[in-house]
């Protein structure tokens, strides 16, 4: 296992359309978390999944945005209608349970929305 | 989860010990701290976590004082790859399940 992968790993959207990115963990982790980080600061927790249940959301997770992890294994980012404060880095980690030894990160999905 | 303060920046010399303070005055009992580093264009690597006693691993040295207000990450011996943001968080126990809260970190620059 070559650790917590996520594709793609740039994205170029006009303002008004969709995306979705993806996040395939390590495969023996129950736990998968979505981070949002913007210039200079540090990642925003937006919401997690232990198997396939969605246990907890930011009030940063709008409605235009919906995340999925349907056999709990990879899971999926939607963002529908993108704004222009959609344009961050978007990462995606994974943990045993409550990550005791820490969590993996992915390397994210940078969003450019012009 | 209790708030944490470190320094915006600091700068170290490549072959020194980096030592890099955190405060975290309201620490509860059944918090631990946790590091992570964020090297530029990569996600957050875990590098060690401690409750009350000291710990080392391969990649650095956690004190954390008798009263647990206060750590101090340590990089024995800083090299040019270990130049990246550093947070430091406190989080309740192993299974609390929910979310690490960054702060704004420390930003190391390791200098030949």
């Known amino acids: 296992d070559t650790g917590v992968s996520q594709n793609p790993r740039h994205k170029i959207t006009k303002r008004g359309q969709n995306v979705t990115f993806r996040c395939d963990p390590i495969?023996?982790?129950?736990?998968l978390y979505w981070y949002r980080q913007t210039l200079g600061q540090g990642p925003e927790f937006l919401t997690y999944?232990?198997?396939?249940?969605?246990?907890?959301k930011s009030r940063l997770l709008s409605d235009r945005f919906s995340a999925e992890r349907p056999k709990g294994s990879f899971s999926t980012l939607e963002i529908q209608r993108t704004e222009q404060g959609d344009s961050a880095m978007y990462l995606c980690?994974?943990?045993?349970?409550?990550?005791?030894?820490?969590?993996?990160f992915g390397s994210g999905t940078r969003l450019t929305v012009v | 989860d209790a708030k944490t303060t470190q320094p915006p920046s600091m700068d170290c010399a490549e072959g020194r010990a980096a030592n890099l303070p955190c405060n975290h005055s309201t620490i509860s009992g059944n918090e631990y701290v946790y590091w992570y580093r964020q090297i530029h264009s990569q996600g957050p690597q875990y590098i060690i976590h401690g409750l009350k006693n000291n710990e080392t691993n391969e990649m650095a040295s956690l004190i954390i004082t008798e009263d647990r207000k206060s750590s101090t990450l340590i990089l024995p011996h800083a090299t040019l790859r270990d130049t990246a943001v550093y947070y430091c968080i406190v989080r309740v126990g192993h299974n609390a399940g929910n979310m690490l809260t960054f702060g704004g970190g420390t930003r190391l620059m390791v200098k030949p």
């Open positions: 999944f232990q198997n396939e249940a969605q246990l907890e």
């Open positions: 495969s023996e982790h129950n736990r």
């Open positions: 980690a994974s943990s045993l349970d409550g990550g005791a030894r820490g969590y993996t």
